[in-house]
């Protein structure tokens, strides 16, 4: 059984996301190799546009090939939906993505060789104290801890396995600063204008952007996608995202508290508050809060950063009776929203079914442009080890018909 699947079957049976642990995922489904194995005649030149988990990945792989190639990256770093605070707390924080949503075997996956042990340090996310609030009630749930555990980051983060093992290989071939905003493919090699009018070109390109950037219509393409990828495009569902970490002096929050009925708030994910510093090594007490779409909204729309954190301070105000004002030390927000070059969280869901329109979206485009990322996964969609098999497999999907 995929992990899809079973994620499914676990849906149909009211059972939540978060409780569907990846250890009895990696148990029942299989847990195939990632990584490429193929050989390619291909002499030309590739540009990856985005240095985001799919970016970097496709980066390591040519690298590995032997091909030559640029990943332009929009942003002053690299990492996009992956980033780290090392200043915050005296734990690096992953204020992108955060969970090990699968085995912590993928680490030697990515990296592609069964000699390197990838030693990242991951522990056992397994949660003991777990509360919903509803309706103003807070109520226990810890009968169900044995349910669920995914993996985590003991002292690394996400951004230190590609800093550690993906960067090193790649590093020579990122250029930063330069957001592309126009493609053109109308002649034989593809031919990229960035902002500030410089001009990149190459025989093959891959695009790596958020589907937000091109829902937006960020990038020109010249000619224009034709109307079956415009579509396939703007059915993926892909809405707000921010996270929010505050520091207080005492700890009065559970390991995690969901909202709502506890398996029906828990089924899609779209709000929750954590214990940030569950098994870290650190005497602080650090809550998280991670909110997508509608419920992420509800604080980005307020713009203005003491805005956002009195609504939330008022809401755990309201959960622990004041106890979250009483202990307030400091704050750190991560509006994914108003970032200008990712703008969202991450695809969410399909207006058709997610396979066809995956399907469309991975179609080479003249044979010479391809996409990746996140949103082209279908069994680890909104993932990083997703984003990095969507681009591993699209990277070898170009080499091998060349
Ligand atoms: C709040 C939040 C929590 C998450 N939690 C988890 C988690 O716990 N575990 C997990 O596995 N996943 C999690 N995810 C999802 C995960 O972060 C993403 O699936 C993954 O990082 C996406 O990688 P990507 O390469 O597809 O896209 P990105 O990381 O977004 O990379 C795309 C890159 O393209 C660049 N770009 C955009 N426009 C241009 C342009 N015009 N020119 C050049 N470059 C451009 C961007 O700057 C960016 O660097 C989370 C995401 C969010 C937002």
Redesign the pocket.
């Known amino acids: 059984m995929t992990r899809k699947e079973f994620i499914d079957k676990g849906v149909m049976m009211g059972m939540g996301l978060p409780f569907l642990s990846s250890m009895l995922l990696t148990a029942c489904g299989k847990q195939h190799s990632i990584f490429p194995k193929f050989q390619t005649d291909f002499s030309g030149k590739v540009i990856v546009?985005?240095?985001?988990?799919?970016?970097?990945?496709a980066g390591y792989l040519l690298k590995k090939q032997g091909v030559d190639f640029e990943i332009?990256?929009?942003?002053s770093i690299?990492?996009?939906?992956?980033k780290k605070v090392d200043d915050f707390v005296d734990f690096p924080l992953?204020?992108?993505?955060?969970?090990?949503?699968t085995d912590p075997k993928i680490f030697t996956d990515i990296i592609g060789d069964t000699n390197v042990n990838a030693n990242i340090g991951t522990m056992v996310y397994d949660p003991q104290t777990i509360q919903t609030y509803k309706n103003g009630r807070l109520k226990s749930h810890n009968y169900l801890k044995g349910f669920y555990s995914e993996w985590k980051f003991k002292n690394t983060t996400?951004f230190d396995f590609f800093e550690q093992y993906i960067v090193p290989e790649i590093a020579n071939n990122m250029i930063l600063n330069?957001?592309?905003?126009q493609i053109d493919y109308s002649t034989d090699k593809v031919r990229l204008k960035?902002?500030s009018e410089e001009e990149y070109q190459a025989d093959k390109v891959l695009v790596?952007?958020?589907i937000k950037?091109l829902q937006k219509q960020?990038?020109e393409f010249e000619p224009p996608l034709p109307k079956p990828r415009k579509e396939a495009i703007n059915h993926v569902y892909a809405g707000d995202?921010?996270?929010i970490f505050i520091e207080f002096k005492e700890r009065f929050y559970p390991d995690i508290l969901s909202f709502g009925n506890i398996f029906s708030a828990l089924k899609r994910e779209e709000k929750f508050v954590y214990d940030a510093a569950f098994k870290k090594s650190t005497d602080k007490h650090i809550l998280g809060l991670?909110a997508?779409n509608e419920q992420a909204a509800a604080y980005t729309k307020l713009n203005a950063e003491e805005a956002i954190i009195d609504k939330f301070l008022g809401e755990l105000d309201e959960i622990f009776e004041g106890k979250a004002t009483e202990n307030y030390v400091k704050h750190l927000i991560?509006n994914?929203s108003s970032?200008p070059?990712?703008q969202?969280?991450?695809s969410y869901s399909f207006k058709e079914s997610q396979f066809d329109v995956v399907e469309k979206l991975k179609e080479p485009i003249a044979a010479k442009i391809f996409f990746?990322?996140?949103?082209l996964s279908i069994e680890n969609?909104?993932?990083?080890?997703?984003?990095c098999e969507?681009?591993y497999s699209q990277v070898a999907a170009m080499l091998e018909n060349s």
Do not use: C, N
């Open positions: 546009i985005g240095a985001g988990a799919a970016g970097m990945a332009i990256e929009a942003a690299y990492g996009g939906r992956i992953d204020i992108g993505a955060e969970w090990i949503h996400w330069k957001p592309i905003t960035t902002a790596t952007v958020p950037i960020l990038i995202g921010i996270k991670f997508i991560q994914w970032e070059y990712i969202g969280a991450y990746a990322g996140e949103a969609q909104a993932t990083v080890h997703g984003a969507s681009a």
